[in-house]
């Protein structure tokens, strides 16, 4: 059974240049997460999809959007780079909250840490 | 607004030995607590949540949690410590009044660095 599989396992930008991460979730989940760990921090969350729409959002700025595909899979999209947004960009796989009211348990892929310089 | 806090950036601990990792949370209704262990350059793999119910919780490889209401904490434990637990542990919560735009989303606290020696 495959896990959460993300893309690449590292990068790394210069300020003003533009990001694609990508995800694919574990198998028989078709919501996704996207969390931004900085350096020393616990996870902070970016935004959520299913059914191929963003249902939600944390306080994060424009320069973040995704985009969720029919087979589930997923990308992390950053524009405009900022030496701040160097972190771990983690991924996260699960039931819909609505099906489960927020008790199911997310699981977290391995990560793409991201060097902005 | 749900938060959470790990009150201790480290926690060292001699392998054999009981450890505790400990977390209180904030939320406005009843909360949903999840551990989550974070290894050196890898993402974050999950130990256990309590939902509902006993307020003692079993996980994986040996760890427990336990839920008080009271105190507003889910500490961490394992009865003997071993070499291999060291690494970074996240204590997470989501709030079950969360709905709409809110709903689903987890709070993480910053992380407890456990190091157990031999």
């Known amino acids: 059974d495959a896990g959460v599989t993300q893309s690449p396992t590292h990068l790394i930008k210069t300020r003003g240049q533009q990001v694609t991460l990508r995800c694919s979730p574990k198998?028989?989940?078709?919501?996704v997460s996207w969390y931004q760990q900085a350096l020393g921090q616990g996870p902070q969350f970016i935004f959520q999809?299913?059914?191929?729409?963003?249902?939600q959002r944390g306080n994060f700025p424009d320069r973040f959007s995704g985009h969720q595909f029919p087979n589930y899979s997923s990308e992390l999209n950053v524009n405009a780079l900022l030496l701040g947004d160097s972190a771990l960009y983690l991924c996260?796989?699960?039931?819909?909250?609505?099906?489960?009211?927020?008790?199911?348990?997310?699981?977290f892929g391995p990560g793409t840490r991201l060097t902005v310089l | 607004a749900q938060s959470v806090a790990q009150p201790e950036d480290q926690v060292n601990v001699a392998e054999g030995n009981p450890l505790t990792v400990k977390c209180t949370y904030s939320v406005s209704g009843n909360p949903y607590l999840f551990w989550y262990v974070q290894y050196p350059n890898r993402g974050l793999q999950f130990l256990l949540k309590?939902?509902?119910?006993?307020?003692l919780v079993k996980g994986s490889y040996g760890f427990e949690a336990e839920f008080n209401k009271s105190q507003t904490s889910f500490h961490l434990k394992k009865p003997s410590a071993l070499v291999s637990d060291s690494a970074l542990y996240f204590c997470?919560?989501?709030?079950?009044?969360?709905?709409?735009?809110?709903?689903?989303?987890?709070?993480f606290g910053r992380g407890t660095q456990l190091t157990v020696w031999p």
């Open positions: 997470a919560v989501r709030d079950d009044l969360d709905r709409g735009s809110t709903l689903g989303r987890l709070y």
């Open positions: 999809y299913y059914e191929e729409e963003e249902r």
């Open positions: 996260a796989s699960s039931l819909p909250p609505s099906y489960w009211g927020g008790t199911d348990t997310q699981y």
């Open positions: 198998s028989g989940h078709d919501t």
């Open positions: 309590y939902i509902t119910g006993d307020n």
